[in-house]
C-alpha cells in the first residue's frame, strides 16, 4: 500500500532531492526539498524526469520511474503529473473528499464494481458513482464480476442493470469482468464459452455499452485459444508495469488492441484502495 503524506510547498530544486552524503557534482541548496536536513537539493540537470528527482523513500504523488535521474539508483523522477487520461477503479465505498483529492492528482474517470462474484449486487455501487459526479469525474463506468456457479448469465446482467437503473446511478461501459480461473469459472471451457454468451446476450438485449475486463493469463485458460467472442467488445486488460501505454500488447482472443490498461493495482491514494488505469482517449 502507498501511504498518502501531506507535505508543505517547497520552491523547486533544480537537480535531485537526496541525502546530502551522496556524491553530489554540482552544490548542495538546503530549504528545498522534503524529509530531514539531511536531505538536500543537488543541483545538477536532470532534463529527462518530467517532475521532481528525489530519493525514493519520499512521498511521491504520482509515480516513481527509474532511469531518469542522475545519481544512484534510488534517486528516481517523481512524476507529479498524471498522463490524461488516467482513471480508477475501484471496489470499495469512496467518499467525495477522497475522490475530490484523486481528481486534483489529474485522475479523470472512475470504473465501480457494481456486481459480486458470489452473485449479488454491490450496495456502494449508487453512492460510490454519485460521488465521483459530484467530484466532476469527466466519466463513469461499472464492472460485473459475474458468478458462473450461481447460473443464470441473463439474469445476473438484468438484476445488476435494474439495481443500478433503480438507484438513478448513471454509467457508461458495463464491463464483464473475465478473471479467476477455476476459482470461479467451469474446468469445461464450452460451458464458459456459453455463459459468457449468455452475459453479453443480455447485454445487448438490454441495450447495454459492454466492454471485457481480462487479459491473456485469464481470459486463455477460462475460454479456450481460440475463441473470440469477446473481441467485438472494447478490450480492457491488466499488465502491472507501472507504465501507462499499449506498448507490452500482444493479441490475443481475437482482440488485435486495447482500449483500456490496469497498469497498477491494489494500491492507496488519497486513503481510497484504487487501481490505476490509463487511455489514450476517454472515449474508449
Excluded at 469527466?138 to 456457479?149: G, L, Q
Excluded at 446482467?157 to 476459482?183: Q, R
Excluded at 507504465?243 to 491494489?266: I, V
Aim: with cysteine; charged share 15%.
Amino acid at each position: 500500500f502507498v501511504l498518502s503524506i501531506s507535505i508543505p510547498a517547497l520552491a523547486s530544486c533544480p537537480g535531485a532531492c537526496q541525502p546530502n552524503s551522496y556524491p553530489c557534482p554540482g552544490s548542495y541548496l538546503s530549504g528545498l526539498c522534503p524529509g530531514g536536513n539531511d536531505i538536500q537539493c543537488c543541483e545538477e540537470p536532470t532534463p529527462s524526469c518530467d517532475g521532481d528527482c528525489q530519493i525514493n523513500s519520499l512521498p511521491c504523488t504520482g509515480n516513481y520511474t527509474a532511469g531518469l535521474c542522475p545519481g544512484s539508483a534510488d534517486i528516481q523522477c517523481c512524476e507529479t503529473s498524471v498522463i490524461p487520461y488516467s482513471g480508477v477503479d475501484v471496489s470499495d465505498l469512496v467518499s467525495v473528499n477522497d475522490f475530490e483529492c484523486l481528481k486534483s492528482m489529474g485522475y479523470q474517470f472512475a470504473i465501480v464494481r457494481c456486481w459480486h462474484s458470489y452473485g449479488a449486487p454491490d450496495t456502494n455501487a449508487p453512492q460510490t458513482i454519485a460521488n465521483a459526479l459530484a467530484s466532476n469525474f469527466s466519466r463513469t463506468d461499472v464492472y460485473m464480476f459475474p458468478c458462473p456457479s450461481c447460473g443464470d448469465a441473463e439474469g445476473q446482467v438484468l438484476e445488476a442493470t435494474l439495481f443500478l437503473k433503480g438507484e438513478n446511478a448513471p454509467f457508461t461501459t458495463f464491463w464483464l469482468d473475465i478473471e479467476g480461473g477455476s476459482d470461479y469459472w467451469s474446468s469445461n471451457i464450452k460451458s464458459n464459452q456459453e455463459f459468457f454468451e449468455g452475459l453479453v446476450s443480455a447485454g445487448k438485449s438490454l441495450g447495454l455499452q459492454l466492454g471485457v475486463y481480462t487479459s491473456a493469463s485469464q481470459w486463455n485458460p477460462i475460454m479456450g485459444t481460440s475463441y473470440t467472442g469477446g473481441s467485438q467488445y472494447p478490450l480492457w486488460y491488466a499488465h502491472y508495469d507501472d507504465s501507462p501505454s499499449f506498448s507490452d500488447f500482444t493479441p490475443f482472443g481475437g482482440w488485435k488492441s486495447p482500449d483500456l490498461k490496469q497498469y497498477d493495482g491494489d494500491i492507496t491514494l488519497c486513503n481510497a484502495g484504487v487501481d490505476v488505469n490509463w487511455s489514450p482517449t476517454l472515449n474508449y
